[in-house]
């Protein structure tokens, strides 16, 4: 199982808030700080500290594998910009199965959470900027508070509505219908990242999707 799209809805409007603070303050504070003040979360002063510590900004090169095939996903990771995927391989070719970009968090949900072999790989699409946490810290967050056991929970509830979601638009969408969906939908990285990412993850091909766009016609693109 694995993250879909915009998840952790409690951080992800932190970037939307942020635009009503002022620039003064923006700029005085580090962009995790930015991203706990603006969010819902009832967090103590203590907890916010150590949020802060043990999330690690990284700046990742695109291309970069940070989970490969057999691997155990050792990190959740908040990205500020840039893009990942994840991606399995049926036969030689690999399937798109995750795209994510800024303000979501993104991991092997499998294999962070039990700690298990991973069966995808995860890797950047962009340069990239993340702050990162590790499995140990994160484990160790969330049984000393209690918002940070609801954090993970919330994390949950929503990977579980975005799944839901995602089945939903496979199975009453066409392609032409599913592809129109995604290049106007919010999350979409149309346009940053090659055709044949985006085709994949959407169940098509490269050339259905490029015959599919411009059927569509840019006039309804909003990209």
Do not use: W
Not at 184 to 200: G, K, L, M
């Amino acid at each position: 199982m694995l993250f879909s799209d915009k998840i952790l809805t409690c951080l992800k409007t932190t970037f939307e808030k942020l635009t009503s603070q002022s620039v003064e303050k923006m700029e005085s504070m580090k962009p995790l700080q930015r991203m706990l003040e603006a969010s819902k979360l009832v967090v103590t002063p203590a907890v916010k500290q150590r949020i802060q510590e043990h999330f690690k900004p990284f700046k990742i090169p695109k291309g970069r594998v940070l989970v490969d095939l057999g691997q155990i996903s050792p990190s959740l990771y908040f990205i500020e910009k840039g893009v990942m995927r994840t991606y399995y391989l049926r036969g030689s070719e690999d399937i798109t199965s995750l795209l994510v970009s800024d303000g979501d968090i993104v991991c092997i949900a499998e294999s962070f959470f039990l700690q298990k072999l991973s069966n995808e790989v995860l890797e950047t699409l962009e340069d990239t900027t993340v702050y990162s946490i590790s499995y140990e810290a994160y484990r160790k967050l969330i049984e000393e508070d209690a918002s940070m056991a609801g954090l993970a929970v919330k994390l949950l509830e929503q990977h579980l509505i975005n799944f839901t979601d995602k089945v939903k638009v496979f199975k009453y969408l066409s392609v032409e219908q599913r592809i129109e969906y995604y290049i106007n939908h919010p999350s979409s990285v149309f346009r940053r990242i090659p055709d044949h990412y985006i085709a994949t993850y959407l169940g098509t091909t490269g050339a259905t999707f490029s015959r599919c766009l411009k059927a569509i016609g840019p006039e309804k693109f909003r990209h």
